[in-house]
């Protein structure tokens, strides 16, 4: 792990005193180690020291996938770091680089960290080798603290795979940044698939919960098929109106809903599409949601200017209070 960086001159190093292989023995089969380092939704869940959280976390393990994750520590001091992967062979083995960034977005160090997965019966021996490529001046003071990290992020990604790694992470309802264009966010909600699906279909049901804390919805049109369209107003707790246009493009009942978003009369010139997908998991339904915006810095616009993140987290938390009133026998009808 990457702590706080400073710029300054790079010194490129044939070795180094901070290189370090660190091993570790998961009571885990390979497959689930490997789909724990594999996927940004789990990622965001164990990386980092004991701790600390990641609201940006973009993984995208193939050659030349980019990296970008922005540590936050328990005292609000956010981390970046940003790099590339090298090589990916499933399920045994994946490389790549990152470089710990100062404030200016200019890395201070860079490590090669080569990953590899060995089954030991229905365990994984994880081996992981981290070598230090190029440093500055001050990189010393933040590499002193890069083995302890490691080993608190092993420590947490050990909790994660004990706890049950789909249950765990998605049951979060933690939305992130993801990849270079998309806002994504899994959750497990307690109720079955049909229930689920009509919470997102349905006018009656969906201004009780649709829209972060604060918000209200109206709904002007909502023709759910294939060409159908969405028209609604949220209303922000200063008052703002905020009016969408929404086309639907896919309506699978009830497996998965694309719809996109397209700029009204006076909107802010952001489009983007939107895929939900509803898995069954016994009496319990996991919600996939997936914004994809046509460029990165437009998803980060609404990100920043809008509060896209967050809001996505609230509007699933909002959704799954209100089915639980529903379960409760309250707000059946709307």
Same mark, same amino acid.
């Not at 060995?118 to 081996?127: D, I, R």
């Not at 996109?260 to 939107?274: A, N, R």
């Not at 616009?301 to 209100?322: C, D, F, I, M, P």
């Given at each position: 792990m990457a702590a706080n960086p400073h710029a300054n001159t790079h010194t490129a190093m044939e070795s180094s005193e901070w290189d370090l292989v660190i091993t570790r023995v998961f009571n885990a089969p390979r497959s689930l180690v490997w789909k724990a380092w594999n996927d940004p939704v789990h990622i965001e869940q164990w990386w980092g020291p004991k701790g600390f959280t990641n609201p940006r976390c973009e993984w995208n393990p193939r050659p030349k996938g980019s990296i970008r994750i922005d540590m936050r520590g328990p005292d609000g001091t956010v981390y970046p770091m940003n790099g590339v992967f090298d090589e990916i @062979?499933?399920?045994?083995?994946?490389?790549?680089?990152?470089?710990?960034?100062?404030?200016?977005?200019?890395?201070?160090?860079?490590?090669?960290?080569? %990953?590899?997965?060995?089954?030991?019966?229905? *365990?994984? *021996?994880?081996?992981?080798?981290?070598?230090?490529?190029?440093?500055?001046?001050?990189?010393?003071?933040? +590499? *002193?603290?890069?083995?302890?990290?490691?080993?608190?992020?092993?420590?947490?990604?050990?909790?994660?795979?004990?706890?049950?790694? %789909?249950?765990? /992470? %998605?049951? /979060?309802?933690?939305?992130?940044? #993801?990849?270079?264009?998309?806002?994504?966010?899994?959750?497990? @909600?307690?109720?079955?698939?049909?229930l689920v699906w009509q919470m997102f279909t349905d006018p009656a049901h969906l201004p009780h919960w649709w829209g972060p804390r604060g918000f209200t919805t109206t709904i002007q049109e909502m023709d759910v098929k294939p060409g159908g369209t969405w028209r609604l107003v949220m209303q922000g707790p200063d008052g703002r109106n905020y009016p969408n246009k929404i086309t639907y493009r896919e309506v699978v009942k009830p497996e998965r809903l694309?719809?996109?978003?397209?700029?009204?009369?006076?909107?802010?010139?952001?489009?983007?599409?939107?895929?939900?997908?509803?898995?069954?998991?016994?009496?319990?339904?996991?919600?996939?949601?997936?914004?994809?915006?046509?460029?990165?810095?437009?998803?980060?616009? #609404? %990100? *920043?200017?809008?509060?896209?993140?967050?809001?996505?987290?609230?509007? +699933? /938390?909002?959704?799954?209070?209100?089915?639980?009133?529903?379960?409760?026998?309250?707000?059946e009808s709307a």
């Open positions: @062979v499933e399920p045994a083995r994946m490389v790549f680089r990152t470089a710990a960034l100062d404030e200016n977005g200019k890395p201070m160090f860079e490590v090669l960290n080569t %990953a590899e997965f060995a089954e030991q019966g229905e *365990k994984t *021996k994880l081996t992981l080798q981290l070598r230090v490529l190029t440093t500055t001046a001050r990189a010393p003071q933040h +590499l *002193k603290g890069m083995e302890m990290g490691w080993n608190q992020s092993l420590d947490r990604l050990t909790d994660f795979l004990s706890d049950g790694l %789909a249950d765990n /992470s %998605a049951s /979060s309802g933690v939305a992130m940044l #993801v990849g270079d264009r998309e806002i994504a966010c899994v959750r497990i @909600v307690d109720a079955n698939r049909d694309v719809f996109e978003h397209t700029p009204g009369h006076g909107d802010e010139p952001v489009s983007h599409q939107t895929m939900i997908v509803f898995t069954a998991q016994g009496d319990k339904t996991r919600i996939d949601f997936r914004m994809t915006f046509k460029t990165t810095e437009q998803r980060d616009y #609404v %990100a *920043k200017n809008y509060g896209a993140v967050e809001g996505l987290t609230q509007t +699933l /938390s909002r959704l799954a209070e209100h089915m639980e009133k529903i379960s409760e026998g309250e707000g």
